[in-house]
């Protein structure tokens, strides 16, 4: 008798907007990767069986058991899968806690397609690398102090999930001026859209709870 070959590593999401859940699954099946969907927490967790193999992509916002009860459950359960926690804007303190769970990694709304990629392989082959994204935490952190005062307010206003006109407001300055140093801001950071100034945000934050 053959042997059994062995079953293909499953990469599970749990995401309740419909429109971001189809996204990834449509761009996973597309690049070969088995995928169960669901849209919260709840149901997969019933349905899963504590000898499967693969990832989890998680949202961190979700109704019902969130995010970060989520990792902590599966933690109770003596599960070892990976956990790969899905963050918006404004998500950066849930995204370093969930982190400092165990969630190895994380990817930011709106996707980016080589990104998704790229997390999944590093989480489906079981890789922390905690040396690197150490790495990354200290040049993010070293790149957001060389911003002069006034960048880094705006900065910190953009991370936290702010409006342009809520900084101007916060910050006694006009939208206009708010948009001039998010240019400058993002100009020196070397990023073009705000889920990579929020990645950095969180990086940073990942580096002070390390430091």
């Known amino acids: 008798m053959l042997p059994e070959e062995p079953r293909q590593p499953t990469v599970?999401?749990?995401?309740?907007?419909?429109d971001d859940r189809d996204a990834l699954v449509f761009h996973l099946m597309a690049?070969?990767?088995r995928v169960q969907a669901y849209g919260a927490a709840e149901p997969f967790l019933a349905a899963l069986d504590p000898a499967a193999s693969g990832c989890l992509v998680s949202d961190v916002r979700l109704p019902g058991l969130d995010?970060?009860?989520?990792?902590?459950?599966?933690a109770r359960r003596g599960s070892s899968l990976p956990v790969v926690v899905v963050t918006g804007y404004a998500d950066v303190p849930l995204a370093v806690q969930a982190m400092k769970m165990g969630a190895v990694d994380f990817l930011e709304k709106p996707f980016a397609q080589g990104a998704i990629g790229?997390?999944?392989r590093r989480a489906l082959e079981g890789v922390r690398e905690a040396a690197s994204l150490k790495r990354q935490a200290e040049a993010a952190a070293g790149r957001i102090a060389a911003l002069s005062g006034r960048e880094r307010d705006v900065f910190n206003g953009l991370v936290a999930g702010k409006l342009g006109k809520q900084i101007a407001?916060?910050?006694?300055?006009?939208?206009?001026?708010v948009e001039v140093y998010r240019a400058s801001t993002m100009e020196k950071l070397g990023v073009n859209t705000l889920s990579e100034l929020v990645r950095l945000g969180i990086l940073r934050e990942l580096h002070k709870s390390a430091s």
């Open 67 to 74: 995010g970060l009860a989520l990792i902590a459950e599966l």
């Open 31 to 33: 690049t070969g990767h």
């Open 169 to 177: 407001y916060d910050l006694s300055i006009s939208p206009r001026t």
């Open 12 to 18: 599970f999401i749990v995401e309740d907007e419909p």
């Open 118 to 120: 790229e997390t999944i």
